[in-house]
Nanobody
Framework: QVQLVEFGGGLVQAGGSLRLSCAAS????????MGWFRQAPGKEREFVAA????????YYTDSVKGRFTISRDNAKNTVYLQMNSLKPEDTAVYYC?????????????????WGQGTQVTVSS
């Protein structure tokens, strides 16, 4: 399995921006469809965005469309999540995850490899 580590979380004011990074090791990143998820206290882990193996296709949950951008650099074995116009309701632990299939359900249970998460806190 691929090992994943997230970076870039922190505290930001509403309206601000953050860029999360997810570094992969152990396997070639281009073998995987990558996703970002988030989990707020007391809530289920929810899908945020996904990107296909070569970056040609992306998919977002409605609440982040137009504000978040997922991208990848397979040469650097890294996936990114650029988050703009952040809102307090974006506060959560953000996780990157990997699977080999693109499309269908984006439920967390369909992803087999996970990072440890990085905290994003948006103050009002």
């Amino acid at each position: 399995q691929v090992q994943l580590v997230e970076f870039g979380g922190g505290l930001v004011q509403a309206g601000g921006s953050l860029r999360l990074s997810c570094a992969a090791s152990g396997r070639t990143l281009s073998d995987y469809v990558m996703g970002w998820f988030r989990q707020a206290p007391g809530k289920e882990r929810e899908f945020v965005a996904a990107i296909s193996w070569n970056g040609g296709n992306t998919y977002y949950t409605d609440s982040v469309k137009g504000r978040f951008t997922i991208s990848r650099d397979n040469a650097k074995n890294t996936v990114y999540l650029q988050m703009n116009s952040l809102k307090p309701e974006d506060t959560a632990v953000y996780y990157c995850a990997a699977r080999t299939r693109y499309g269908g359900s984006w439920h967390a249970s369909t992803f087999g490899s996970w990072g440890q998460g990085t905290q994003v806190t948006v103050s009002s």
